[in-house]
């Protein structure tokens, strides 16, 4: 299953991004988003929830007086939007923050006490409490999406100071935790530093980090269960009251991580674990650790996946639930847990080799990450929903976590810096590069330039895929001995695949899912093929999309919405023996996507005895034309209903 080759992202900072539509949100988050979050960050933007980030990390430092405010994962906050202004320097876009982002390193560091250890909560709020409670204390978390800020800061300034502060904290772990005698036996409650860690080791060459992430992984659920143990022993005293419903499925304890067959519990620790997993696999050349990873994916992409790439059903808990439990009105689909599927899928690809998992990345980063923020770059969806009815989006009920609007900030705010730092290194989910080979795995518009065997290549792409099926790859390499190679992923919505090389036909030849194109001193690549509207249906087993389609083109799921279509967006019904058409989008929306259109009829059902709720009833249809937008861009213009999955006429 471990493929041969050593296959590996390409590098943020060679990857400058051009496409009509992504252009426009990378380019927001350097000009709008980086300063929006950091005035957030700074407790700045009137009516956004307070964060209390700076002003913790102050305290902590003893510059300034008061109480640790927020939760106990503050930090991360401060970390990854210093991931994300890494990123936006290593494209080029963000290079005005450095000194900015220095300054919040050192404020870091000052914070950071003379051990290694470091996390605001606990050294304000109960210093005497360090690592008494992984379940719920957040100090590995936190501290992982810190050893990876600084990991991208260092890559992309060239700067160690924070990757100091990161190595000083790693060792700091090293010595606490492990199956040594005197260590303790712990592991995360919420995973995030396995990956960190795997990163901090290519960082740094450094293989006890490695060894750590290893231990994490293959200590989670071995007996005697030590997250179970330590939640009975407090006995009800917990920092978060949903964690009354805690349980070992939860925090995939349930069984050692390598026995375990179905994505379970929080879907968002799940994901950031099985990345890890799936690193260690390649790294250490693990079959059981791999194999494991390929169960695990199969269970979500199979049966546990929303068509938008969303992940999690529930919003108790914000976790899986049970095979082919998919409602879409008061699911969860958190941001994060997208952000996560994507980076698991990256590493299968990476693992394996195929081209495959690169469409679950697609389908991720076109609906539900790209969904989670606004046009502008300052308004985040942390729920994202494939339904929605503004009136029944109440606080205090089931569905309160369902917001019908983006949101300026939240007390818990995970998800907006997560999104910035995922789309600011978007250049990492385009290409990829092995020791021959170029490999492109998104078809959005962008150049860079890379090094290959010895051979630096010059290449940029010009996708026009979603308005005629093109893809045009140039490459420039200078002369060399051993043969390089150009890998450009087919995915399964592109129909009827031809490839010119150097303007004459040539053989498309496939293999593991990519055209492989041989490169000369100077190769012009021309991909065409055919992506059409279609009709989508569910397996027979999801029960919440029963007699529904929807609608998709490429990658791109779409949805109505009620400005287009009026509201009672429920009473419409489509066919799947009726044509989609495309016209153009609405101007005050980003990008070049077409709008879909297709006949409809809108049922209205009344009953006999007037204004009673229940009775014999009568119907009335109307006929109509259902507009459809691109689903990641939906909430951009007026508020109101939204629908994925509309009702079938049979």
Request: hydrophobic residues 40%.
């Amino acid at each position: 299953m471990i493929t041969k080759q050593e296959i590996q992202p390409v590098i943020t900072k060679k990857v400058v991004i051009t496409d009509s539509l992504f252009a426009s949100y990378v380019n927001a988050i350097a000009e709008h988003l980086l300063p929006y979050q950091w005035k957030v960050l700074n407790d700045q933007i009137p009516g956004a929830e307070k964060s209390h980030c700076i002003d913790n990390f102050r305290i902590a430092a003893g510059e300034m007086e008061g109480t640790h405010q927020g939760a106990v994962f503050q930090d991360t906050d401060l970390y990854k939007w210093l991931e994300t202004v890494a990123f936006c320097i290593a494209n080029g876009t963000g290079r005005e923050y450095i000194e900015i982002a220095d300054e919040a390193i050192a404020l870091i560091g000052r914070a950071q006490e003379s051990d290694g250890y470091i996390n605001t909560y606990f050294t304000i709020s109960c210093p005497d409490k360090k690592w008494t409670n992984l379940v719920e204390g957040h100090e590995l978390y936190s501290g992982g999406h810190m050893i990876e800020a600084a990991v991208a800061y260092f890559n992309a300034t060239g700067k160690k100071e924070f990757l100091y502060i990161a190595c000083k904290f790693a060792d700091l772990v090293c010595r606490v935790f492990g199956l040594e005698e005197g260590k303790c036996k712990g592991y995360p409650g919420h995973q995030e530093i396995e990956v960190a860690l795997v990163k901090l080791y290519q960082a740094t060459g450094n293989r006890s980090y490695l060894t750590l992430a290893d231990y994490f992984i293959r200590q989670r659920g071995q007996e005697p269960n030590y997250l179970m143990e330590e939640y009975k022993s407090r006995q009800g005293r917990n920092l978060f009251p949903e964690f009354r419903e805690y349980d070992d499925k939860y925090a995939q304890v349930h069984a050692p991580v390598l026995k375990q067959e179905t994505a379970e519990g929080h879907a968002v620790r799940a994901v950031y674990m099985y990345s890890a997993m799936a690193d260690l696999a390649r790294v250490e050349r693990d079959e059981e650790m791999a194999a494991a990873c390929q169960r695990l994916y199969e269970n979500i992409v199979k049966k546990r996946m929303y068509i938008t790439g969303g992940i999690g059903s529930s919003g108790t808990l914000e976790r899986f639930t049970a095979d082919y439990d998919l409602p879409n009105d008061r699911m969860y689909c958190e941001s994060c847990a997208s952000v996560g599927l994507m980076m698991f899928a990256q590493r299968m690809a990476s693992l394996t080799g195929e081209a495959v998992y690169y469409d679950v990345v697609e389908r991720a980063l076109c609906n539900t990450v790209l969904g989670g923020i606004s046009k502008e770059g300052k308004r985040y969806f942390y729920v994202n929903p494939l339904e929605v009815w503004p009136q029944n989006c109440l606080a205090s009920t089931s569905m309160a976590h369902v917001k019908p609007v983006r949101q300026k900030w939240f007390g818990c705010a995970c998800c907006p810096p997560n999104i910035a730092r995922t789309l600011a290194s978007l250049g990492q989910y385009i290409y990829a590069q092995s020791e021959d080979s170029l490999y492109v795995n998104q078809f959005i518009s962008s150049s860079s330039a890379v090094e290959i065997g010895g051979q630096e290549i010059e290449f940029s792409m010009d996708s026009t895929y979603m308005k005629d099926g093109a893809v045009r790859i140039t490459a420039k390499c200078g002369k060399r001995e051993e043969a390089l190679y150009l890998r450009v992923r087919i995915p399964e919505y592109f129909k009827k695949p031809t490839l010119k090389v150097n303007g004459k036909d040539a053989t498309l030849k496939l293999e593991q899912g990519y055209a492989v194109i041989p490169l000369e001193e100077l190769t012009e690549v021309c991909l065409q093929g055919e992506i059409l509207p279609r009709f989508v249906a569910a397996n027979r087993n999801v029960r919440a999309d029963m007699g529904r389609l929807a609608i998709m083109k490429g990658p791109y799921v779409y949805c109505m919405e009620e400005e287009d279509n009026g509201d009672n967006l429920a009473a419409v019904l489509i066919s799947d023996q009726d044509k989609i058409e495309e016209c153009a989008l609405d101007s005050r929306l980003p990008g070049e996507l077409p709008m879909l259109k297709t006949p409809a009829k809108k049922v209205t059902q009344t009953i006999a005895e007037t204004d009673d709720l229940y009775g014999t009833p009568a119907y009335t249809e109307e006929k109509m034309v259902a507009d459809f937008v691109p689903y990641a861009l939906w909430c951009n213009r007026t508020p109101g209903e939204m629908q994925v999955w509309v009702r079938a006429q049979i």
